[in-house]
């Protein structure tokens, strides 16, 4: 079972920042440990969006609405995915989640829900104007 366990929600003012992180672990009947990940959040009556995620190559991948803004990154065993978030603005305002799949040696970067296979339960972050 794998789990995916996100960290460091909570409230900002706009124009400030927040960082979460991923981790991504346990056992599927796989040695391989390394994984796919990326961000996705999902605001109140919205759907779920696509938010940043790196390759292989640790190249990101970013949804316009935060290229910019926000820094993804992944750790050289690719278990950990944090995403630095600057300049936040009120639509920043979501529950995000990570979200993970068996990497088998490649990662496109995909920021498609329907890539990953592992969800983590989520973080809130919430930006007040």
């Known amino acids: 079972q794998v789990q995916v366990v996100e960290s460091g929600g909570g409230s900002v003012q706009s124009g400030g920042s927040l960082r979460l992180s991923c981790a991504a672990s346990?056992?599927?009947?796989?040695?391989?440990?390394?994984?796919?990940m990326a961000w996705f959040r999902q605001a109140p009556g919205k759907a779920r969006e696509g938010v940043a995620s790196?390759?292989?190559?640790?190249?990101?991948n970013y949804s316009d609405s935060v290229k910019g803004r926000f820094t993804v990154s992944q750790n050289i065993y690719k278990n950990r995915l944090n995403l630095q978030m600057n300049s936040l603005k009120s639509e920043d305002t979501a529950m995000y989640f990570c979200?993970?799949?068996?990497?088998?040696?490649?990662?496109?970067?995909?920021?498609?829900?329907?890539?990953?296979?592992?969800w983590g339960q989520g973080t809130q972050v919430t930006v007040s104007s």
């Open positions: 979200a993970a799949a068996r990497s088998y040696g490649v990662c496109s970067g995909s920021i498609d829900q329907f890539s990953y296979n592992y």
């Open positions: 790196v390759d292989w190559d640790n190249e990101p």
């Open positions: 346990g056992y599927d009947g796989y040695d391989n440990s390394e994984y796919c």
